[in-house]
């Protein structure tokens, strides 16, 4: 079996590393050390001279060393195999690439590790040396943490950098690779999930970015006291590590120099940032297609349309165009390279179509999707808003647009057994968390699933522009009754094996039927005991 390290190129490159290594130690130690040091010395924060110090506010190179320090090292251990005399030699050495890049590898961890631990060791004295005879306090839970946390983003900016180095040829492609595999995945994922939100009224945020955030989610961004942004972190430490050693086993040497390993990487990449750059006209026109998708003739003829600004949309997408060549030109430094980028120009529209099909497709799927009671098992009530805000309809000239009538919510509250317990006060809304108590009655999955098709109607007539739980009860009838009155709910339906998210509208009296529910079963937390009589 291949030895996967090398003990003298572990040592070497060490030595080749220790002027930056010490110079970026020195400058991350001096960078939090000497405004500390001032603000001890001045007396101007009492907060460093008794009490306990956070040591992540002290400490702000723990942040910055993974995103500047580990790149750096990184791109001065393997500048070698973006010339070509250089790479020939190294790969000439009596090992194999595996063992070369692990113990390269290494030695950049070993630094890195240096320097992280190094200055927190003096930040962490520094906080600790008696002041007016005052020593401040540390906690040490905290202190692991964030160099815990640090350590772990570094090493996950090496994998990302490994695996960039073994895809290209020069440094310019090096950083545009590295780049792309830190950002493109994390910002396409949360751009396209806020259309679909934006689109989707009836889908609460956090149903997609809970998942979205443990998915694209990583120790970079912070998130040190998070489990699982931890593990996240881990498993794609351990994918990058074996996925960058693997490409360096493959990486030829006559590669020093050119874009990337192959052409299909190359056309990856720039297809990639062409993709980047019109996202933001990916959001026009699907925000205005998702607008205009279904509106009913009398919703049109109040002029209740979102416009598509074609000037804006094209000039997104020739900012897109730009960017596209200009990344072919600086990558490649060949004018021919402007022929082959044009030839491959219909993927980038593919997947402009793709992206935007997509995000239709889902809007349609999620908005025409009902629940029929007798297949739901049960429903969970998660989060429960109170808007304030009540919209009138004009029989003669339609949608007025938006009237607000302010008015006492506990007043309104009490004639309908909702009393102020219930929610936080708020002059514009109030909004409390529900039991996660499944509701199981026959009464309440039929309401719930009346007001979801409810709410999914009202969506399909006014098209998103209005707040559809303020446009869900207009009639003189609803507001004479006080069911003008809407609250918004956050439901988890259980259909099948399949659980649903939603935010659906309610009335005051739907409200207290599923409260009273909660409450007969004896599972209303003690805020909400006064909400049904």
Request: glycine share 6%; hydrophobic share 50%; with cysteine.
């Amino acid at each position: 079996m291949t030895a996967l390290f090398h003990r003298g190129m572990y040592g070497e490159t060490l030595r080749r590393l220790r002027t930056p290594a010490l110079f970026m130690l020195v400058l991350a130690t001096v960078f939090d050390a000497f405004p500390l040091v001032m603000r001890v010395s001045r007396l101007s924060n009492v907060a460093y001279l008794s009490g306990t110090v956070h040591f992540d506010a002290v400490h702000f190179s723990l942040y910055t060393i993974p995103f500047i320090v580990v790149p750096i090292l990184m791109l001065v251990t393997f500048r070698y195999q973006h010339r070509r005399a250089p790479s020939d030699l190294y790969f000439s050495f009596p090992l194999s690439k595996a063992a070369l890049t692990v113990s390269q590898l290494c030695a950049v961890l070993t630094w890195t590790a240096i320097i992280v631990l190094g200055s927190s060791l003096v930040i962490a004295c520094l906080c600790l040396l008696p002041v007016n005879h005052t020593v401040c306090g540390l906690r040490v839970g905290e202190v692991l943490l964030s160099v815990g946390g640090s350590l772990t983003a570094s090493l996950f900016m090496a994998a990302v950098f490994n695996l960039a180095v073994s895809l290209c040829g020069t440094t310019v492609n090096t950083l545009f690779a590295a780049s792309l595999i830190l950002f493109a995945p994390r910002l396409v994922c949360y751009a396209l999930n806020s259309l679909v939100l934006e689109c989707c009224p009836m889908l609460p945020p956090q149903s997609t970015t809970v998942a979205l955030d443990a998915l694209m989610g990583n120790l970079l961004y912070g998130g040190y006291g998070s489990l699982t942004v931890w593990l996240s972190t881990l498993v794609k430490i351990v994918l990058l590590l074996a996925l960058s050693v693997w490409a360096a086993t493959r990486r030829p040497t006559e590669i020093a120099g050119q874009a990337a390993v192959h052409p299909a990487l190359h056309i990856a990449f720039r297809t990639a940032v062409g993709m980047l750059l019109s996202l933001p006209a990916v959001g026009q026109i699907v925000t205005f297609e998702a607008f205009s998708f279904g509106m009913t003739s009398e919703a049109l003829s109040f002029g209740m349309t979102s416009s598509l600004n074609l000037m804006t949309v094209t000039f997104y997408y020739l900012n897109a165009l730009v960017g596209y060549y200009v990344y072919e030109l600086i990558t490649t430094r060949k004018a021919m390279g402007l022929v082959k980028a044009t030839l491959w120009l219909p993927l980038l529209i593919l997947v402009n179509v793709l992206m935007i099909g997509g995000c239709l497709l889902t809007e349609q799927v999620i908005c025409h999707t009902t629940c029929d009671p007798a297949s739901v098992s049960r429903v969970e009530l998660r989060a429960v808003t109170y808007r304030t805000e009540v919209s009138t309809m004009d029989g003669e000239y339609g949608y007025e647009a938006f009237e607000e009538t302010w008015f006492d919510g506990l007043t309104v509250m009490d004639e309908y057994g909702i009393k102020s317990p219930f929610f936080y006060r708020s002059r514009q809304y109030a909004q409390s968390q529900a039991p996660h108590t499944p509701l199981t009655g026959k009464e309440s999955r039929e309401l719930v699933c009346k007001a979801l098709s409810r709410t999914l109607e009202y969506h399909d007539s006014v098209a998103s522009v209005y707040d559809v739980y303020r446009l869900a009860y207009l009639t003189e009838e609803a507001k004479a009754d006080g069911s003008a009155y809407v609250y918004s709910i956050d439901v988890v339906i259980h259909d099948g094996w399949i659980a649903r998210s939603r935010r659906i509208g309610v009335t005051a009296k739907e409200l207290t039927v599923l409260l009273g529910e909660l409450k007969e079963a004896g599972t209303l937390p003690d805020h909400f005991i006064n909400a049904v009589r």
